[in-house]
């Protein structure tokens, strides 16, 4: 079991920046790739970014590459996200998530999650 918990949401501007942090406890949370998800109301949950277990590779959706960079600290038990450029379209609940297989996009692929939470951009 690895329990993920999320934050670092907020309301931010057109054009400004947040970090969020997924913070995990539990099982041993290098033995696990972790993905960012986002899902807005009305919209199925959606691919944001991962980054491999040891942080050495990372993979990006087509909508946040360039503006979003994930990154982990495993001896912190934690992984970021580093939002800049934020747009309307990125207001969303988003999802840390653990995954045992590297490099899915799919929520299946995913067993342990966060509870959220939730990032709203004005404009």
């Known amino acids: 079991q690895v329990q993920l918990v999320e934050s670092g949401g907020g309301l931010v501007q057109a054009g400004g920046s947040l970090r969020l942090s997924c913070a995990a406890s539990g099982n041993i949370f290098s033995n696990y790739h972790i993905g960012w998800f986002r899902q807005a109301p009305g919209w199925e949950r959606e691919f944001v970014a991962l980054?491999?277990?040891?942080?050495?590779?990372?993979f990006y959706s087509a909508s946040v590459k360039g503006r979003f960079t994930i990154s982990r600290d495993n001896a912190k038990n934690a992984v970021y996200l580093q939002m800049n450029s934020l747009k309307p379209d990125d207001t969303a609940v988003y999802y840390c998530?653990?995954?045992?297989?590297?490099?899915?996009?799919?929520?299946?692929?995913?067993?342990?999650w966060g509870q959220g939470t939730q990032v709203t951009v004005s404009s």
């Open positions: 998530a653990a995954s045992g297989e590297y490099y899915y996009t799919n929520t299946d692929a995913y067993v342990f």
């Open positions: 980054i491999s277990r040891s942080g050495g590779g990372s």
